[in-house]
């Protein structure tokens, strides 16, 4: 079984480390430290050779963007002896444009190269992407509206207003994800909102006090009408476009017939495994194409696949 994408063991994110603002001074200021930009809520990618790879500051190219030090750094932890911080570059920063337009970078969304980058590149991008985006949407208390100030090196904020004090930790919003089988046919659907021709596996994020079986359970039959039986877990991938975190499951249909919502799904069919295999469908006229290779969807798809060889 392939490993989740943006998701590498080779990090170790230390904790631990993260309430010595001493030692977070220390790195911040070390010439060796790599500092993950983030633009716009995308990131920034070079060419070299045949490659695409991402682009990193050391503390000197920080200081062209930020004279005066940089502004909620986000400790994002440690891999093969280097660390590394994620920054959120000031998008009205005049001089980021000219300097990427002269060094030849690329800014783009993390999944059209996140699976030809190096695990450990892609995963510190992805998550400095969910970071930076919860730090754009929590600047102020959810409880009171009081501005929120950043501590444990980017990983709480806190209300300023001492009344409140409320501490605001990261959020990740779990989703649950299914592959709906019938015997050797499959279910695959597609919302307007993918890319043409792409068909998936039907997905829908979990409600407050709902279990993950719930919740597939209600997101099934909601889009196709389809109930089911037999969920077993399969594996999960951290989704952080902006804050998800995917749970894969197999379930099985009690019901092959289908009650399409189509304000949710534009379309759904059940695929044999030799259709599967030839993306051609006969009632997709020009073929159909599967999820991208650094989703889970993707890996449930390929999963039931194999067990076919
Ligand atoms: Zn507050």
Sequence with gaps: MHQPFYASSQINRHGDFRSDKELIEKIISDKKTKFVPVLKGKNLFKQSNNNIEACFFNTEQLKIFNPNGIENPIFLGVANNTNYVGIDIDEHNSKIDLWCSENSVIIDDLRKYGPTLNDIDASFLSLNN???????????????GSKNFTTEAGFVKVCSNIKCGKSHFPRTDPAIITL??????????????????????????????????????????????????NIRYFNSQPWPFPASLMLGFFAEAINEDMNIDYDEIEDAHWFSIEELRSLKHPSISGGFKLPRVDSIARRLVDNWINKFN
């Excluded at 970071?131 to 009171?144: E, L, P, Y």
């Excluded at 046919?185 to 909102?193: A, D, I, T």
């Excluded at 407050?208 to 089911?228: D, H, I, N, Y």
Aim: with cysteine; aromatic share 10%; proline share 5%.
């Design 180 to 229: 709906i089988s019938s015997e050797d046919k499959v279910l695959l659907g597609r919302s307007p909102r993918f890319p043409e021709g792409m068909y998936s596996t039907l997905a829908g994020f979990v409600e407050p006090g709902e279990s993950l079986e719930q919740a597939l359970e209600r997101e099934v039959f909601e889009e196709v009408g389809v109930k089911v039986k």
């Design 130 to 144: 969910g970071m930076t985006f919860w730090h754009k949407n929590h600047q102020f208390c959810g409880s009171c």
